[in-house]
Nanobody, 122 residues
């Protein structure tokens, strides 16, 4: 069974940093792209960043260069380095995988992780 497992969330003071990780486990042949979304307390979801299998990245404009997404494609792992965190970054951060193909050639259109809480105190 393919699943996404996130880690690295927690409580940090304003101006601090956190590094989130997401591992796609299971019998995976390929993943087209992976991404981080965040769900704010007021029930809004935002794409934070995504990265394709080829390494092309995309970021939310509002981040102002504070976050960096990276991957170890061979290990089906994606990271989100978050610097200069602000209270408005407080959210549940979800890992997302787009278009997974398993080793048995089963196609999974999309998959979400369970989420990890990031809380930034002022």
């Amino acid at each position: 069974q393919v699943q996404l497992v996130e880690s690295g969330g927690g409580l940090v003071q304003s101006g601090g940093s956190l590094n989130l990780s997401c591992v796609a486990s299971g019998s995976i042949y390929s993943i087209y792209s992976m991404a981080w979304y965040r769900h704010f307390p007021w029930d809004e979801r935002q794409l934070v960043a995504d990265i394709t299998s080829g390494g092309v990245t995309n970021y939310a404009d509002s981040l102002n260069g504070r976050f960096t997404i990276s991957q170890d494609y061979a290990k089906h792992t994606v990271h989100l380095q978050m610097n200069s965190l602000q209270p408005e970054d407080t959210a549940v951060y979800y890992c997302y995988a787009n278009s997974i193909v398993t080793t048995s050639m089963k196609h999974i259109p999309n998959l979400w992780g369970q989420g990890t809480q990031v809380t930034v105190s002022s």
